[in-house]
């Protein structure tokens, strides 16, 4: 599912990628992030733009089983990652984040994963991230 990322003319992706290195340098900093991927790192500074809400105990198990496989996912939950990467292109990764916070946990979490790997080539590629 990972694409690459149209040519960026958003001013609010924009806006947010400015934001975005930021926290991934505040990310890279703590001593206790030393050991995290690249990767991680992206996805940890996209949590950071909106706090999320904390998951019930009894939602951890569908998080974890399946955030690792968009693929089986409803075709619900496949649109609403869609919508939500289409917002954060278009309105800015802290609306969409937000927006993504109101939904499942496992909407939340392929949204966080998905939207990592379809910035972080560009990220890459400005340097921002090795």
Do not use: W
């Not at 599912?1 to 900093?29: G, V, W």
């Amino acid at each position: 599912m990972p694409e690459e990322l149209p040519q960026f003319s958003h001013a609010a992706l924009e806006a947010d990628i400015l934001r975005l290195t930021r926290e991934i340098r505040e990310h890279r900093a703590r001593p206790e992030n030393g050991g995290m991927s690249n990767k991680e790192v992206v996805k940890q500074s996209i949590r950071a733009f909106t706090p999320t809400p904390a998951v019930p105990f009894g939602d951890m198990s569908q998080k974890a089983t399946l955030s690792t496989d968009l693929d089986n996912a409803p075709p619900e939950a496949k649109l609403e990652v869609e919508y939500l990467l289409d917002m954060a292109l278009h309105e800015g990764i802290e609306k969409a984040n937000g927006e993504a916070s109101k939904s499942s946990p496992f909407v939340l979490d392929a949204f966080h994963d998905i939207l990592t790997d379809r910035l972080y080539p560009e990220l890459k590629k400005r340097g921002i991230v090795d």
